[in-house]
């Protein structure tokens, strides 16, 4: 188990582990052939190849010993990725305005020291200050409120 | 004198007042961009990209290629002054140019980089001029086997030039391949891995792609660090190069723009590999090779010549072949495309006034960054003393609009933010991310074109080496993967990557 946290033994499975999840999503495609191929051709022969390059980078891990992953610093990657997801969520919904607040309220999370004031300011700055330029400046068809 | 009369177009194209008007506001938005710690060219050109949406299609390329070169330039701004490089090819910058700083020579290290740039850009301007339609003229007599065979070509360059182990930039390019295929199968019509989202037949979009790899990957590695250290701002003395300095950076400006110009067509070198290979001549050549890291002028000019250089050679490709070379280049194509511009050798004729005037907007932009960024340094450092908290956020924001507006899609939004998750993950797992965007933007058009070859040869897989030209790129790509993998090159290649630190 200890080799999981391998850079490289963990590369190679995640290789092997999105060759997988191509072949079982295109596996239902006629292959054909080399000289005739079907829709399937591509997709299953570079999956194929994508797990045989895992295959190999992993076993490669093995016998090397290389460095350890470094640590994963989740409060950022799940604050960032929240912020956005959020964003994606509500900016057809509820409109720019709204979506940049919420956003920016989520991700300032991220940064500790952030002062509960200065963190509204920022984002209620922010989505005046885009709402400003990309709906009223450049004219993109965004809407500011909920509809 | 066909070269002059072309050029006398492109100027006539970019000398409108809109036109300079869209060049001078690219490069200073793009240098605006650029200086901020962590931001590259491709992060400034995706978040900028609705900027040029209202435009017509040559000054929203026009704009586009001042944000590239402006973002290029503003980052080796931040190596010199804060030790800090902007994006990856200015990190050889850093080297000698904030040992210059620290030596109160700011000012002058600035002014070598901005005279390199400048010089290297109006070198390469002519280069594309003289390169990019012979180049196109043979392109035209490719077929899809050729068409496949390049692919395959840049594909395998690009990852021999990548950074860290080949074997893992391999698997990164058939990721990508494979990710590009999602949507519906041109041939066939079916859906292929779209796991039932309708949004998914249209396949995914590139900015989104490269934004959460390269813009919110960034993000979250940079709040690792809790406390980030302050940035201590070098003092500027207005220091001119004098003559002598003038004198000990030409030659090396000169090796540093043929150097940057001949890899920046190189799929997947660009700027990067310009820089460090040109920094690393250098250092080989000098008489005395101690002084590099320590302030070194040559240290500056060189890679500075070489990564603009380069920066400016990528378009070659993607504007006589509709190839990226790296995936700023595929940014442009699919901004492009937006414009209802279809990149490939029929743009030098169908639009040959987009082209030129790309080409002469190169030159004007250039010289619009060296007017623009010695005055404006003061302006420059005050960005990048913005605390990272304030900062992030706001290029998060950026981000969402910027990739909601390309096609007004939530859900392209939400796939940039799964696609940051990725980037972290591989930033971890040292997996080198640009092979798989151009993969990515490769997949389709590889299968589309050996679907396209089979058929015309009734089923002959040797059409793609029959065919002397097709044949001649298989064998390049062979020898660059047998090389790459020859573990005295490998050697060599690590040296020539990481050399000082």
């Known amino acids: 188990m200890k080799h999981l946290n391998d850079k490289d033994v963990a590369s190679g499975l995640m290789f092997i582990l999105f060759g997988l999840i191509a072949l079982f999503l295109t596996s239902e495609f006629d292959f054909g052939s080399a000289a005739r191929p079907g829709p399937g051709f591509f997709p299953i022969v570079l999956s194929v190849l994508l797990m045989l390059i895992g295959a190999a980078i992993s076993g490669w891990g093995l016998l090397r010993h290389g460095d350890p992953i470094a640590h994963f610093a989740l409060p950022p990657l799940i604050l960032i990725t929240a912020a956005v997801c959020v964003f994606s969520f509500c900016i057809e919904p509820f409109g720019l305005v709204p979506s940049v607040i919420l956003a920016v309220l989520i991700a300032s999370c991220a940064r500790p020291h952030f002062g509960n004031v200065q963190r509204f300011v920022l984002a209620i700055g922010l989505a005046a200050f885009s709402a400003l330029l990309f709906v009223v400046l450049l004219n993109l068809p965004i809407s500011l409120w909920p509809v | 004198m066909e070269l002059l009369s072309n050029l006398e177009l492109g100027f006539a194209t970019v000398l409108t007042p809109e036109n300079?008007?869209?060049?001078?506001?690219?490069?200073?938005?793009?240098?605006?961009?650029?200086?901020?710690?962590?931001?590259?060219?491709?992060?400034?050109?995706?978040?900028?990209?609705?900027?040029?949406?209202?435009?017509?299609?040559?000054?929203?390329m026009i704009m586009l290629a001042g944000i590239f070169y402006g973002a290029q330039y503003g980052g080796s701004t931040t190596a010199i002054l804060i030790n800090l490089p902007g994006e990856a090819s200015s990190i050889v910058t850093t080297l000698d140019g904030h040992e210059m700083a620290k030596?109160?020579?700011?000012?002058?290290?600035?002014?070598?980089?901005?005279?390199?740039?400048?010089?290297?850009?109006?070198?390469?301007?002519?280069?594309?001029?003289?390169?990019?339609?012979?180049?196109?003229?043979?392109?035209?007599?490719?077929?899809?086997?050729?068409?496949?065979?390049?692919?395959?070509?840049?594909?395998?360059?690009?990852?021999?030039?990548?950074?860290?182990?080949?074997?893992?930039?391999i698997g990164m390019m058939v990721l990508g391949l494979l990710i590009g295929l999602v949507g519906t199968d041109e041939q066939s019509g079916l859906q292929r891995m779209t796991l039932g989202v309708p949004e998914l037949s249209d396949g995914l979009a590139v900015a989104a792609i490269a934004m959460g790899i390269f813009g919110l990957g960034e993000i979250m590695r940079n709040l690792e660090d809790f406390n980030r250290r302050d940035f201590t701002v070098s003092k500027i003395t207005s220091l001119m190069p004098g003559r002598d300095d003038l004198k000990r950076i030409f030659a090396p400006m000169v090796r540093g723009?043929?150097?940057?110009?001949?890899?920046?067509?190189?799929?997947?070198?660009?700027?990067?590999?310009?820089?460090?290979?040109?920094?690393?001549?250098?250092?080989?050549?000098?008489?005395?090779?101690?002084?590099?890291?320590?302030?070194?002028?040559?240290?500056?000019?060189?890679?500075?010549?070489?990564?603009?250089?380069?920066?400016?050679?990528?378009?070659?490709?993607?504007?006589?072949?509709?190839?990226?070379?790296?995936?700023?280049?595929?940014?442009m194509i699919s901004a492009l495309v937006i414009q209802g511009i279809e990149p490939g050798p029929a743009v030098i004729s169908d639009h040959p006034e987009l082209f030129w005037g790309i080409i002469a907007s190169m030159w004007i932009g250039n010289l619009m960054l060296l007017l623009l960024n010695l005055p404006l340094v003061g302006l420059w450092v005050k960005l990048v003393s913005i605390p990272y908290k304030i900062l992030f956020p706001i290029v998060i924001v950026f981000a969402c609009v910027g990739v909601f507006s390309i096609n007004n899609s939530a859900f392209a939004v939400f796939t940039m933010a799964g696609f940051g998750v990725f980037g972290y993950v591989l930033k971890k797992l040292e997996c080198e991310p640009a092979p798989m965007i151009l993969g990515f933007i490769l997949g389709p058009m590889m299968e589309g074109h050996m679907q396209r070859a089979l058929l015309i040869s009734r089923g002959d897989i040797s059409v793609f080496v029959r065919e002397p030209i097709s044949a001649g790129l298989l064998a390049v790509a062979a020898v660059a993967l047998i090389v790459a993998v020859l573990p005295s090159v490998n050697k060599t290649r690590k040296i020539a990557m990481v050399d000082d630190d």
């Open chain 2, 257 to 331: 723009t043929f150097l940057g110009s001949f890899l920046g067509v190189l799929p997947g070198g660009g700027a990067l590999l310009a820089s460090f290979s040109a920094y690393a001549l250098e250092k080989k050549i000098a008489p005395n090779p101690d002084d590099f890291g320590r302030g070194a002028i040559q240290g500056v000019a060189a890679p500075e010549a070489a990564n603009n250089a380069g920066a400016q050679t990528s378009f070659i490709p993607m504007l006589t072949l509709g190839i990226p070379s790296n995936p700023v280049m595929a940014l």
């Open chain 2, 20 to 60: 300079l008007m869209f060049s001078f506001f690219g490069v200073l938005l793009g240098t605006l961009i650029g200086v901020l710690p962590g931001l590259g060219p491709l992060v400034a050109i995706a978040v900028l990209l609705p900027f040029t949406f209202g435009l017509d299609p040559v000054s929203s």
């Open chain 2, 103 to 169: 030596r109160g020579e700011a000012g002058k290290a600035l002014a070598t980089a901005a005279i390199g740039s400048f010089f290297a850009g109006c070198v390469a301007t002519v280069l594309i001029g003289i390169f990019a339609p012979p180049l196109a003229e043979l392109a035209f007599k490719f077929g899809p086997a050729e068409y496949f065979s390049l692919m395959v070509c840049g594909l395998i360059v690009s990852v021999v030039l990548a950074n860290g182990s080949v074997l893992k930039a």
